[in-house]
């Protein structure tokens, strides 16, 4: 991570383009619209592959912490959230069977979104 900032800054002073690290508050704020954004996609969506890559783009969001783009990528998320073990009991049994579980964990997902990590 380092070398990536360190390579920031050098293209920064080559290409003289202003460049500042986000502050804590602002980031959260960027990650929270991000999650309301896909939170409202979930709700308005029918496609059942629409719901479950945003289902799961919010449950890593939410529990990994970082934001991933994209869809179609599901498995390889839900395999890495089922190994990291930080993901709760509830949501990683549901995980396991992601088909069949989209109601319930659109549900989870809305409690997850409202009531924080």
Avoid: H
């Avoid at 800054?9 to 980031?27: Q, T």
């Avoid at 709700?43 to 945003?54: F, H, N, P």
């Avoid at 396991?96 to 579980?101: A, E, Q």
Wanted: positive net charge; hydrophobic residues 45%.
């Amino acid at each position: 991570m380092n070398a990536f900032f360190s390579k920031l800054i050098l293209y920064r002073l080559i290409c003289s383009i202003p460049f500042k690290l986000m502050d804590k508050k602002s980031e959260r704020q960027i990650l929270l619209k991000r999650i309301n954004g896909l939170q409202s996609a979930l709700e308005i969506s029918s496609d059942s592959v629409e719901i479950t890559d945003l289902m799961v783009m919010i449950l890593y969001q939410k529990i990994m912490g970082y934001v991933v783009y994209g869809m179609s990528f599901q498995k390889e998320l839900v395999k890495l959230l089922i190994s990291t073990n930080k993901a709760p009991e509830e949501i990683v049994v549901k995980l396991n069977d992601i088909d069949s579980n989209t109601q319930e964990l659109k549900t989870i997902i809305r409690e997850l979104v409202k009531g924080g990590k």
